[in-house]
């Protein structure tokens, strides 16, 4: 236990960092996951057969190949920047395909009715979505949102799989290969990441209940 | 959302695909190009009638931003593949590796371990996660805490301390467990819990007057579960225990944690046999993107034979 | 250094602590009833330890078997079985590779295990245990494999949870960096450098001692820290000298700086409650390295690209 005592610290800037890639995954992949459900229930064809694919192929993946491929590939294509920022990346455009779900069931949640009569009151396709059924789905989507935000924290251990050893598990990682105690280690680790979960999970929770508007 | 209104919707947006079939185009398409489109729709998807079919400027519009959109997509992958041909990645070279015989067999008996994984857990995760469902929704007080109890705790542990428990707490306590069995139970451990809140949702999605159909002929509780509530409960999910099952055989990535050798383990020994991290990830990537939506398409198939229409039900989210 | 680490994943949805004794205690229930064993994984697993050349071939099957194998003994038990269960890798090039396109893993370490094996059953009959670098000393402690070979590095922390026969492999910490960089010398030059390295290895321990201010970043393999380095991530790499010089010796942009910093004694990991096991294998050890086995296999694996004579092999215990 006085290891985990001696090194806080290291467990402090560890979980910050964690924080941080796991906020700036969450924003590129609600951007983007909206931007692929807006694709999916455009009338526009091509770009409704992009957004199926992308997210159909994607979620098929799991996160360590993406992760893996962006961190080598895209240097093989030329773009090279910062790790943690690649990482970032490509666990914004992995999410992204779950965040278009959660968006596109919180749509479908919107009673059909609705929309009939938004249409019927001759609003256009932009019109219902902005008047009408965002406002109706943002409430329904909290708590997958919440899931959502929970996922990609936890997820976001996997950076360290791929260099990005700043971050917690990372940290974690150094410290059981110098004192070889994983069971302590990574158990501290493991403890901090359930508080997170809970605390989001608790959060997300009130908020829901603040908005919840029963139908 | 409940059935009568999942049905009702379906109801809608056929008629709205019907409206759209009937309306001639601006010039009839020939059969080849009208045979694409209909493929194309289908890879689509349903729309979820936020428009009105649209009329003679609506589809002008929409045809052009077709267009612009076809052209855009091209140009990037076109401008993906290009690089990676400029700088090599696609010489005849850097992939032979993966046409020997060998090489394929290997990765087919790392997709195999995979696979098992993913089977056996699901085999055994599916029936208990029913039980599970069945014990919290159960009258009594003695089955209902426990199974509300461990379902809730599972679904908060990560999955990833699960399997280090296993490895590093069993032995302490003088069990022994082949490898194998060390990344399936944590996995079936873990998806027992997300199967019987899929199940359960699934039954609290149905209408209130079923059951009460059920009991006003004199069915028990558990008759009313066995032959009105959980058939249907099971056909409505089926999307839901679709992708947790996607998510059970990715679960299996985590297999390096007991050193079990999968798919993912694959691609990394072949990466460094042959110095190819790209290569051998891109080929693996697209291992799991076939077995996933073949996957996906045969549970869409046993589905549409069970006659469920797809709805919210259920519906997990994400994660 | 090495064995393969990578680490965590998952998501599940709302967390509670609810801990892992709940967690473990539910696991004791249900492990009860798994009788069945499986062999573990697909790819590899269960082919042999067997080295790539024919000379390495040609050592383990002039080995011979020991004779005053006492009744009781670990190496008994072991020579009942049929097979020596050897934790390792098959990841690390040089030392334990595995070619995916026959099945068999080559390389010092394999050729070191196999070489065991024959001595204790009399034949080279080895079955191959992936571990990480969480994970050896768990395996090792729960008897879930008899031996580790996976250029595991003898350190103070680790000799209070395995025994360690040997060492049997002496190494050490060498820098490489992309020909041209200037201004890195040392270890102590890193400071506020980007250093790659494997996780698992001892590295970023003796690069905290030596250059608290560098910047560390782990990756899995070999071939993915080598990646990171030409392709600018880092501004140099840091393990062992020997396996360095291999990547040197099969890319021009690379250069290994002369000189090694620190002393990597590698040892064979075995379970802390088997000393007698400990006494055999390095009694095992003292006999190849006097009859030059020891030395053909160095030759036959590393020596292929590391250049240089053969080195003496450190004293064993």
């Known amino acids: ?215 | 959302m409940t059935p009568l209104l999942a049905k009702g919707q379906s109801a809608v947006a056929g008629e709205v695909a019907g409206d759209r079939g009937t309306i001639p185009g601006p010039r009839p398409a020939s059969a080849a190009p009208r045979r694409a489109k209909a493929l194309l729709e289908r890879l689509a998807g349903p729309d979820e009638g936020l428009f009105d079919p649209p009329g003679p400027r609506g589809r002008r519009r929409i045809a052009v931003a077709s267009a612009v959109s076809l052209v855009i997509l091209a140009a990037l992958v076109w401008a993906v593949v290009h690089q990676f041909a400029a700088h090599g990645q696609l010489h005849a070279g850097q992939w032979r590796i993966f046409g020997q015989w060998p090489v394929i067999h290997y990765l087919l008996t790392a997709l195999w371990a995979t696979v098992r994984v993913t089977l056996v857990s699901g085999v055994i995760a599916l029936p208990f996660g029913a039980l599970l469902a069945l014990a919290r929704l159960s009258h009594t007080p003695l089955l209902r805490w426990p199974a509300a109890v461990y379902v809730e705790v599972l679904r908060a542990i990560p999955l990833l301390l699960l399997i280090y428990a296993f490895l590093l707490g069993l032995p302490n306590l003088g069990l022994h467990v082949p490898l194998f069995w060390q990344l399936v139970w944590p996995i079936v451990f873990t998806n027992t819990a997300v199967f019987a809140e899929i199940f359960r949702s699934g039954v609290r999605a149905l209408p209130r007057g079923q059951t009460e159909a059920a009991q006003a002929l004199g069915l028990s509780h558990w008759t009313t579960m066995r032959l009105v509530v959980l058939p249907q409960a099971i056909r409505q999910t089926a999307p839901a225990l679709i992708s947790q099952t996607v998510r059970l055989l990715k679960d299996s990535t985590l297999g390096y944690v007991v050193s079990f050798l999968e798919l993912l383990n694959a691609a990394k020994v072949l990466g460094e046999y042959d110095h190819t991290v790209v290569q051998a990830y891109l080929v693996v990537a697209l291992v799991y993107v076939v077995v996933n939506t073949a996957l996906a398409a045969t549970a869409g198939g046993v589905e549409r034979r069970l006659g469920g229409a797809p709805s919210s039900a259920g519906r997990k989210s994400p994660g | 250094m090495k064995a393969t680490a990578s680490l965590p994943h998952t998501a599940r949805h709302r967390a509670l602590a609810a801990g892992a004794l709940a967690v473990i205690a539910l696991a004791a229930t249900a492990c009860s009833s798994s009788g069945t064993s499986a062999v573990p994984g697909g790819g590899g697993t269960k082919s042999a330890v067997v080295s790539h050349s024919d000379s390495v071939a040609a050592l383990i099957a002039a080995e011979q078997p020991a004779t005053d194998i006492k009744p009781e003994s670990t190496a008994a038990k072991i020579k009942a079985r049929g097979t020596l269960r050897v934790g390792g890798t098959q990841t690390a090039a040089l030392f334990s590779l595995l070619d995916p396109t026959t099945g068999k893993v080559a390389g010092f370490d394999a050729a070191m295990s196999q070489l065991l094996a024959k001595y204790i059953i009399g034949r080279p009959s080895t079955r191959l245990v992936n571990v990480t670098a969480q994970t050896r000393e768990s395996l090792l402690k729960s008897h879930q494999v008899d031996t580790v070979f996976a250029t595991y590095t003898i350190t103070p922390e680790r000799t209070k949870q395995v025994a360690f026969a040997g060492p049997y492999y002496q190494d050490g910490l060498a820098i490489e960096v992309r020909k041209g960089t200037a201004g890195i010398s040392s270890l102590a030059d890193l400071n506020g450098k980007t250093v790659v390295t494997e996780s698992g290895s001892t590295v970023p321990t003796a690069i905290k001692k030596a250059a608290p201010k560098a910047k560390i970043q782990l990756f899995d393999t070999n071939t993915e820290c080598t990646q990171a380095l030409s392709q600018h991530r880092a501004d140099a790499y840091v393990l062992d000298q020997g396996i360095l010089a291999g990547n040197a010796a099969g890319n021009k942009d690379l250069q290994v700086l002369a000189g090694t910093f620190t002393k990597e004694p590698y040892g064979i990991g075995l379970p802390l409650d088997q000393p007698d096991f400990r006494e055999f294998v390095n009694t095992w050890l003292r006999k190849v390295e006097a009859n030059g086995t020891w030395a053909k296999v160095w030759k036959a694996t590393v020596g292929t690209e590391v250049p240089g004579a053969v080195p003496t092999p450190p004293a064993v215990g």
Request: charged letters at 10%; aromatic letters at 8%; one cysteine or more.
């Open chain 1, 1 to 215: 236990m006085g290891l985990i005592v001696d090194h806080i610290g290291v467990f402090g800037s560890g979980l910050r960092v964690s924080a941080e890639i796991s906020a700036c995954t969450f924003v590129l992949a609600a951007l983007l996951g909206a931007a692929l459900a807006v694709c999916q229930i455009s009338p526009v064809l091509p770009l409704r057969v992009f957004s199926r694919l992308y997210v159909g192929g994607v979620r098929s993946i799991p996160l360590l190949v993406l992760l893996t491929l962006f961190v080598f590939g895209l240097p093989e294509i030329g773009v090279v920047y910062s790790l943690q920022w690649t990482a970032v990346t490509a666990m914004g455009l992995y999410w992204a395909a779950f965040f278009c779900e959660v968006l596109r069931a919180g749509v479908r949640a919107v009673p059909r009715g609705q929309i009939e009569a938004a249409r019927a009151l001759g609003l256009g396709f932009g019109q219902t979505l902005r008047l009408v059924v965002l406002p109706q789905a943002a409430r329904s989507i909290i708590q997958p949102a919440a899931s959502l935000l929970i996922a990609v924290t936890l997820n976001s251990s996997l950076a360290a799989a791929v260099g990005v050893t700043q971050e917690l598990t990372g940290q974690t990682e150094l410290l059981d290969q110098q004192y070889a105690q994983p069971l302590l280690t990574f158990g501290a680790a493991a403890l901090a990441y359930v508080t997170v979960a809970l605390w989001v999970g608790w959060l997300a929770g009130a908020l829901d209940r603040k908005l919840a508007v029963s139908r």
